[in-house]
């Protein structure tokens, strides 16, 4: 496509792409459909209208983010996680950028979810406007010129299957080796049903146990490796740590707790339970954290290797672990309270707790998963509010238990 030229860069291409022949009327412009303006600078809080209007159009009729501004999600982004130590700039900003920024991840993460080992490659190439890329040639369900652009970077010309491991292999190590996997079901039953029909058929799970924690959301799912727990009075006796309460429940001693958005194959729950069998006194996980130097907490995914947090996305503990963690809730009980929900942090607690008890940092492990899209919002939707939370989290809980950064 050919346009003229043009005053600014992402301005001018929209004003001139609705000059072209056969294009939609100019004051598309004009509406917020196709010209959602968002601007990191603008220091002025969304007031009630404004929220409304961008909360509507922006989670369902928004087609044009415009970014107006030098600050650009995509140079903060390295793969799937936020890259830079400079990010908390990104996060700690107006109610309206917030808006655009998480949908601007939703689309993006779908992107890389579309098409397996480009997280990888985006990660190896550590190149922003390879990510800018990969937006401006996909719409929000991934298609487009995406391929072409990804061959042109190398990625299409990578081996078929860049996350292929020797499966048949990694299949016979793990002989005799079982795990119990925990799932809450809260808000997004399609996934979790999803994931029991999957995980189900994998040799090494003994059994799939399901908290169902609302009754507006429980399922029936009938197979002899899953048992159902009706509870959702949990919710307000436990919190967030009503996944541990499971976990005492299994009945296995290595248990998989992994939240409803994600799906390991079973090479990865193999790879984990390899890696416990070596060095079972420590947590492995696929989702790591290390806090930045004044113990401030940091977003950006760590390599891998050890790491003071590992996430609960998908994390390998055990009974014992579990056990140990509620001898360490009551000097955190005051400030979980103010949690939302109640207990949020526990990931970051158990990190501390699995340190204390054994002396070794958790480790990350580079494995791959399917990021599976539900309805309903996870708790991190508001950044800027969950990174405030989370960093006081982290030094309260740091020094009751006498831990350092």
Not at 316 to 329: A, D, N, P, V
């Amino acid at each position: 496509m050919t346009t003229k030229s043009y005053n600014n860069g992402d301005q001018g291409f929209l004003t001139s792409y609705f000059d072209l022949p056969g294009a939609p009327p100019r004051n598309f412009l004009d509406g917020r459909m196709y010209n959602v303006k968002v601007k990191h600078s603008d220091r002025r809080n969304c007031n009630q209208e404004m929220n409304a209007e961008l909360t509507e159009e922006i989670g369902n009729t928004a087609k044009v983010l415009h970014f107006m501004d030098a600050t650009k999600p995509w140079v903060y982004f390295h793969g799937r996680d936020l890259s830079d130590s400079s990010a908390s700039n990104l996060l700690t900003t107006n109610d309206c950028f917030q808006y655009g920024l998480n949908k601007w991840r939703t689309n993006y993460l779908q992107v890389l979810d579309k098409f397996p080992g480009l997280d990888e490659h985006l990660r190896a190439t550590v190149n922003p406007q390879v990510i800018k890329g990969v937006l401006r040639n996909a719409d929000g369900a991934g298609n487009g010129v995406i391929e072409n652009m990804m061959n042109i970077r190398g990625f299409g010309q990578r081996k078929k299957g860049m996350f292929d491991r020797d499966q048949r292999k990694l299949a016979k190590n793990a002989e005799g080796l079982k795990v119990s996997v925990n799932i809450l079901n809260w808000k997004r039953p399609e996934n979790v049903q999803k994931i029991l029909e999957a995980v189900t058929k994998y040799e090494a799970v003994a059994e799939v146990v399901v908290w169902h924690c609302l009754n507006e959301t429980v399922f029936a799912f009938e197979h002899p490796k899953v048992r159902h727990i009706i509870d959702p009075a949990a919710n307000d006796q436990f919190g967030m740590n009503t996944r541990y309460k499971l976990c005492l429940e299994s009945s296995q001693e290595a248990v998989l707790t992994m939240d409803d958005d994600v799906l390991p194959p079973e090479e990865t729950v193999n790879s984990l339970l390899l890696a416990r069998r070596d060095d079972p006194n420590r947590l492995h996980g696929t989702h790591g954290r290390n806090p930045h130097s004044g113990c401030t907490y940091n977003f950006q995914q760590t390599p891998e290797g050890p790491a003071q947090v590992v996430l609960t996305k998908i994390l390998l503990t055990s009974r014992h672990f579990c056990s140990k963690y509620f001898e360490f809730t009551e000097v955190m009980e005051d400030f979980a309270k103010e949690g939302t929900p109640y207990w949020n942090g526990e990931d970051i607690y158990m990190s501390l707790v699995s340190q204390k008890v054994s002396g070794n940092l958790p480790i990350r492990h580079n494995l791959p998963y399917q990021r599976l899209q539900g309805q309903g919002s996870g708790i991190s939707h508001n950044l800027k509010d969950h990174l405030a939370y989370r960093q006081k989290f982290l030094r309260k809980a740091t020094s009751k238990l006498g831990l350092s950064c």
